[in-house]
């Protein structure tokens, strides 16, 4: 009975050795809205759906792409622009401080809507049309997401905009 007891510890003390070894990571992989080739710029789950900016080849305003997407894994429900084109004219960017307070705002419009994605505590998104607003998502609890920095090198850094960083 001591044999068999002992073979099962070193079973046990070989399986998580292999673990470590080989590096197996215990961390869950984040769910995105973005392609595995593509590098995600921002991503967060809200109210059962993913709010994604995904990037391709995006090294200056006029290389690659930048797309957001909303909906979920299997229906994606807004892709913004529907191709993948070069951001310069589709997507700014705006540093926003207020006292203390810092936020991030990458921004598109898609007809008449403002889409303003921001970074701080809370991350989300809002909408509006005509300066008013309309929507705003914020980021699940525990779940706010940083705008990745690659994201300024990419994207066209402009002034607020009255009206619609505020």
């Known amino acids: 009975m001591n044999t068999e007891c002992d073979l099962?510890?070193?079973?046990?003390?070989?399986?998580f050795a292999g673990l470590i070894?080989?590096?197996?990571?215990a961390e869950a992989e984040e769910i995105t809205l973005c392609q595995p080739h593509e590098e995600v710029y921002f991503s967060c789950a809200s109210?059962?759906?993913?709010?994604?900016?995904?990037?391709?080849?995006?090294?200056?305003?006029d290389n690659g792409y930048v797309q957001y997407r909303f909906g979920r894994v299997d229906e994606?429900?807004?892709?913004?622009?529907?191709?993948?084109?070069p951001p310069r004219r589709w997507f700014s960017i705006s540093d926003?401080?207020?006292g203390n307070i810092t936020f991030t705002h990458l921004k598109f419009n898609f007809g008449k809507y403002n889409y303003v994605l921001y970074q701080g505590?809370?991350?989300?998104?809002?909408?509006?049309?005509n300066g008013k607003l309309?929507?705003?998502?914020?980021?699940?609890?525990?779940?706010?997401?940083?705008?990745?920095p690659r994201a300024l090198r990419g994207i066209k850094t402009v002034a607020p905009i009255d009206g619609i960083d505020n």
Do not use: H
């Open 8 to 15: 099962i510890v070193l079973a046990r003390a070989i399986y």
């Open 21 to 25: 070894l080989f590096g197996v990571s």
């Open 47 to 61: 109210e059962g759906k993913l709010i994604s900016v995904c990037a391709s080849g995006n090294i200056s305003p």
């Open 76 to 85: 994606i429900e807004l892709e913004f622009p529907k191709k993948p084109y």
């Open 96 to 98: 926003i401080s207020e």
């Open 121 to 129: 505590s809370p991350s989300g998104i809002y909408i509006k049309r």
């Open 134 to 148: 309309i929507s705003n998502r914020t980021c699940d609890p525990g779940d706010y997401q940083p705008i990745s």
